[in-house]
C-alpha cells in the first residue's frame, strides 16, 4: 500500500472527546454518585464505545482528579483576574462575588461532584486542591478586612466561609429560578453574609440581568 493509502488510515483525534469526557462524568457524578458509575456508563454518556476512553484516561480515578482540577482552575483563574484588575476593596470584593456566582451556575454539575467526592481522592491531589481552595480564600478575606474592621481574623473567616457556602447552597437546591434571577438573589445573600454592600460592575461591563448591581434595582428576597 501507497503512502496515500497509509495516510488515509491516520487516526484523526477528535481534540473535543477529553472534554466530553468530563463533562459526561460530573453529569452522571451529580446524578447518581460518582462512586456508582463505571468507565462503560461514562465512555456511553460521551457517545464513545469500546475502550476509546481508555485513550485519555486510564482510571475513573484519573478522570474525577482531571475534572476537579479543571474547575479548580476555574475558580482559582477567575480569582486572580479579579485581583490583579484591582479597584477599591469593595469593587474587588463584589467582582469575587459575581465570579464566584457565575461559576457555581456554570458548573454546578461538576462543583457538586467536587464537594461529595474529594474526601475520596488520593491524599497527595486532595491536599493539593485544599491547599488552592484555601489560597483562595485567602484572597477573601484580605479584602473583605479593610471593609470589615470591626471583625476579628478568625470572624472575617467565619463570614468568608458563610458567603461561599450560600453559593454553593445551589449546588444541592434546584430552586427552579430562572440564572439571573438566582444570581441577583445570591449576589445579596452573599453580600448580607459579608456585611457589606454590593459595588456595581465597572462603567462599560454590564451586570447581569437582576443582579444586587443592575439599574433596575436591588433584588427583595421576599417579593417577586
Known sequence: MGPSGQSARVRVRDPGRKQRILAAAAALGAR?????????????EAGIVGS???????????ILVAMLDQVMDRIADGGAEVMAAGGSDGFVLSELVRDHIATAIEHREVLAVYHREIHTLPEEDRRRLRRRQRHYLDDWVHVLAPLRRDLADSELRLAVHAAIGAIQSTLFFRSGLP??????LL???????????????????DPAPGSASSPTGQLSLTTH
Open 32 to 44: 447518581r454518585g460518582f462512586h456508582a458509575i463505571s468507565m462503560a456508563d461514562i465512555g456511553a
Open 52 to 62: 476509546g476512553i481508555y485513550r485519555h484516561f486510564g482510571s475513573k480515578a484519573s
Open 179 to 184: 440564572e439571573d434571577r438566582l444570581a441577583g
Open 187 to 205: 449576589e445579596v445573600m452573599v453580600h448580607g453574609c459579608l456585611g457589606t454592600a454590593a459595588v456595581p460592575p465597572a462603567p462599560g461591563a
